[in-house]
């Protein structure tokens, strides 16, 4: 598939996820474990057939380490939700291409050009007129800043570390790893919170199975082979496109008002992704 449409076809499974975590009547930390849980259920049995699951040692323990490092990222995240509100939770969050551009060269000593940055500043603008500009300014430092903080960090670091052995291992074998790791990180803290991990409702058990097989599964295998062929920094910062998919998602299906603050801002974050992958003769001529 062309990495391209297959970014795309990513974002537009995971863009689902906030719609299926708002119907599913769960905890959001158990909602995700059961995301990754169903994943990796429905992809092992084909890997085991096709036998995709010979790597080297060391390049295994990197893999798990990038699915504790996604499980560790959705958990403390949600985490973040509830010592801060939704909005500015987001927003700090979806700073995630700014740490994988200053980590690219800092420690791969790789640039990531004029336009990565120019698209990168364009992007963030738009997601704070998303939020509402009224909110950012009444920031106040507290835990789930830092916790949302922390949560941009460790998805910059998971993006990087899986861009780092992708040609050395099979996508599929190592979405696989992944969830192995992801799941175990994520079934332990769910036993050190209160509730049962079993007692949910028909519906909630479809959200599961929504975030399973089309946030996680077809999201991430299509995300994960996209990965193979762009830039690491392109891949982040098309990711907040979830974001401007997921509002248009509510509307639909949750009948929630856009406002124009919304569409400007979805507009603008859209117009700062589409200028990172634009080649900079193409600029040239732009500007000429």
């Known amino acids: 598939m ?88 987001s927003l700090i969050a979806n700073i995630t291409p700014v740490w994988v551009g200053l980590l690219s060269f800092a420690v791969l000593k790789v640039r990531s050009g004029k336009l990565f940055w120019i698209g990168t500043c364009m992007a963030i603008l738009g997601i704070v007129i998303l939020a509402g500009y009224k909110n950012v300014l009444s920031i106040n430092t507290n835990l789930g800043i830092w916790l949302a903080l922390l949560s941009s960090l460790l998805y910059a670091i998971y993006i990087l570390l899986t861009k780092s052995i992708i040609d050395e291992v099979k996508t599929l074998t190592l979405v696989f790893y992944n969830l192995v790791g992801a799941t175990v990180f994520l079934l332990l803290i769910c036993l050190f919170l209160p509730g049962s991990l079993l007692t949910f409702s028909g519906n ?49 299906l949750l009948h929630e008002r856009l406002g124009l603050s919304e569409i400007i801002g979805s507009v603008i974050v859209l117009a700062g992704i589409a200028i990172t992958f634009l080649k900079p003769n193409q600029t040239k001529k732009i500007v000429n």
Request: glycine content about 6%.
């Open 2 to 89: 062309n990495p391209k449409l297959s970014l795309i076809i990513g974002i537009l499974c995971i863009s689902f996820a906030p719609i299926f975590v708002r119907f599913a009547v769960a905890p959001p930390i158990t909602a995700a474990f059961y995301r990754m849980l169903i994943a990796w259920v429905c992809l092992a049995p084909y890997c085991l057939v096709k036998g995709n699951l010979k790597i080297d040692r060391k390049t295994f323990w990197i893999t798990i380490a990038g699915g504790i490092l996604f499980g560790a990222d959705i958990a403390v995240w949600n985490i973040s939700l509830t010592k801060t509100s939704a909005t500015i939770s």
């Open 204 to 252: 909630t058990w479809l959200c599961f199975v929504g975030l399973g097989l089309i946030c996680q599964l077809a999201g991430w295998l299509t995300i994960t082979h996209a990965l193979r062929f762009l830039p690491s920094t392109r891949v982040s910062l098309a990711l907040l496109a979830r974001a401007v998919i997921a509002g248009v998602w509510a509307f639909l």
